[in-house]
Every structure is written in C-alpha cells, then in structure tokens.
Nanobody, 122 residues
Framework: QVQLVESGGGSVQAGDSLRLSCAQS????????MGWFRQAPGKEREFVAR????????KYADSVKGRFTISRDDTKNTVYLQMSSLKPEDTAIYYC???????????????WGQGTQVTVSS
C-alpha cells in the first residue's frame, strides 16, 4: 500500500506562483515513477510532469514546460511541483501519483492522492 497526500493548492492571480507538495508513505520504493496530473472542470485528467525515483529523468507536458518544475526530496519522501507564471487555464485539481512505468497515461499509475485545488484568476 502507498499513501499520497497533496498540499499547497490555493487561489492566486495570473502570473503568480504556487508550490505543490506530495508526501508519500508506505511501499513507495516499489514504484519508480512519480507524476503530477491535473483535471479541469469538464475535461479529462491530463499529464503534467513526472520524475523518476532514481536518477534525473524528468518529463513535462508541453503546456507547462518552462513554467513548472518537478523535483523530489528523498529525505522527506516528498515530490514537489513548483508552478510559476500561472495562467487561468492552469486551474484544475492537481493529483500526484506513483507507478512503475515511465508514462504520461494516467492508467499506468497505480496509486493516487486525493488532489488539491488550484484556481488562477485573470
């Protein structure tokens, strides 16, 4: 079992920054990949970024490249998503997830957090 708890969401203005955290516990070392996804109202959940538990492999969705940074702190078993230059279209519920495959598809991830709301106003 793996437990994931997101935090750090909130309501901000366009151009502001936020940092999301995902605290992980349980059998996390069975899962190589840690990802962030988001789901906006009326839309499907979409990939945002992923980072591997070992090494430095990082991938981003084109829509966030250059604005968002994913990182991890192994001493705290926590993954972060630093979001800068936020836009109204970034408004969504953000989820962290872990899986065994290096994939942008949500179905390839095995455990999910409860999500944290990010709202960006223009």
């Amino acid at each position: 079992q793996v437990q994931l708890v997101e935090s750090g969401g909130g309501s901000v203005q366009a151009g502001d920054s936020l940092r999301l955290s995902c605290a992980q516990s349980g059998a996390i070392f069975n899962y190589l990949v840690m990802g962030w996804f988001r789901q906006a109202p009326g839309k499907e959940r979409e990939f945002v970024a992923r980072i591997h538990r070992i090494g430095t492999i990082i991938k981003y969705a084109d829509s966030v490249k250059g604005r968002f940074t994913i990182s991890r702190d192994d001493t705290k078993n926590t993954v972060y998503l630093q979001m800068s230059s936020l836009k109204p279209e970034d408004t969504a519920i953000y989820y962290c997830a872990v899986g065994r495959l290096a994939s942008p598809r949500d179905r390839d991830y095995d455990y999910w957090g409860q999500g944290t709301q990010v709202t960006v106003s223009s």
